[in-house]
């Protein structure tokens, strides 16, 4: 009996493993992956608004620390000074408690020769005038001290306020970033994996477009090297002949910005995106920007509804490796144009810096900033 129960059961056994591998596996729903990549694509842009306020934020509270250390300062300064006149106006008013003891009529009378008596009446009245002019100053000098005190007060409320600013907007990004989550979530697992090929597939594009670019430009550098010297050496020539020589204009420089921004760029990519974040770990897509281009000496604002602002518009058509590529109504995201119809960009955190094609986003504009 027990050798029956024993072979019944590896008989089950074999036939649910059967049934188990011959099942077919659900497949993908390409109508649920296109509608999940739809909704995370509308995340990310309200994401991106999220995070420009944040970015706005933190620099309104940048600014307000500033001030407030400028006016505590100042308060500083300007109570020393009222303590200082108080000092004087009270030996001042002791001199004139002295001096007015004695009427100016027992003065006289007692003076032994009229100059006496006029030299005594000239520091009496310079002791009142002293006395009215530092009164006058004590009177300006508080009147600054209450001026600086409700500007400290109106900056501090200020910063209480973008600091709650700035926490709700932490917490709307958070929510924003669940609801990324959520939207996974519903998939099924094969769904999950379609979706995740699709980005891959696209990753690895926007990576062999941006090595495409990188070659392109390094190419162009070579044959502006060899055209470079070319012309050193026929210039060479000519000033060896009559004498003169000849200067070279700021294009190569320029160039040389843009260069230097873009590899900087290009160097951040695989690092995350965090909100608010400007380097070196962690970027967002104003903070990335605005980084590569200080490495290169240019100074931008920090957001990049603020960026869109600076520079000279560019056409899509016309964008040069270093350009600023800005998007969605609004503007909310920023991006850095390499060549080959390829940005770089701090794009959300899923996919942190990376490559992408120009139009991967609703394009509003270029800026050329070097």
Not at 135 to 156: G, H, M, P
Not at 209 to 227: G, I, L, P, V, Y
Not at 258 to 286: I, P
Request: glycine share 6%.
């Amino acid at each position: 009996m027990k050798y029956r129960c024993a072979a019944l059961l590896a008989s089950l056994a074999l036939v649910f493993s059967l049934l188990t591998v011959a099942a077919p596996q659900a497949a993908a729903d390409p109508d649920a992956v296109a509608a999940a990549r739809v909704a995370l694509q509308q995340i990310e842009q309200q994401a991106s608004a999220i995070d420009e306020s944040y970015a706005a934020s933190q620099a309104e509270l940048a600014d307000a620390n500033k001030q407030l250390a400028t006016i505590e300062s100042d308060l500083t300064e300007r109570r020393r000074e009222v303590n200082t006149m108080s000092e004087g106006l009270g030996r001042l008013a002791l001199m004139q408690y002295r001096q007015g003891a004695m009427d100016v009529t027992v003065s006289l009378l007692t003076s032994p020769d009229d100059t006496s008596f006029l030299n005594d009446l000239a520091i009496r009245e310079s002791v009142t005038q002293r006395a009215t002019a530092q009164l006058q100053s004590y009177q300006q000098a508080q009147a600054e001290v209450q001026v600086l005190q409700r500007n400290a007060a109106t900056t501090k409320a200020t910063l209480k306020a973008a600091a709650a600013r700035k926490a709700a907007l932490v917490t709307s990004y958070d929510t924003k970033q669940a609801e990324a989550e959520k939207v996974l979530a519903r998939l099924t697992a094969q769904e999950r994996e379609r979706l995740a090929e699709i980005e891959r597939k696209q990753q690895v594009e926007a990576e062999r477009r941006a090595k495409a670019a990188s070659e392109q430009a390094a190419a162009a550098a070579s044959r502006t090297n060899n055209t470079s010297r070319s012309t050193e050496r026929t210039s060479n020539s000519s000033s060896a002949s009559s004498g003169s020589s000849t200067s070279t204009g700021s294009g190569a420089t320029e160039s040389g910005r843009a260069a230097e921004a873009v590899a900087f760029a290009r160097a951040q990519v695989g690092k995350s995106y965090r909100l608010g974040a400007t380097g070196m770990a962690s970027f967002d897509c104003s903070g990335l920007t605005g980084r590569a281009w200080s490495s290169a000496g240019v100074s931008l604002p920090r957001t990049s509804g603020a960026q869109f602002g600076v520079g000279t518009p560019i056409s899509m058509s016309n964008l040069r490796p270093g350009d600023l590529v800005f998007y969605y109504s609004g503007i909310s995201h920023v991006g850095m144009y390499i060549g080959n119809g390829t940005i770089v960009h701090a794009a959300n955190p899923r996919s942190g810096v990376t490559y992408a094609p120009v139009n991967s986003m609703p394009f509003m504009g270029g800026r050329r900033v070097g």
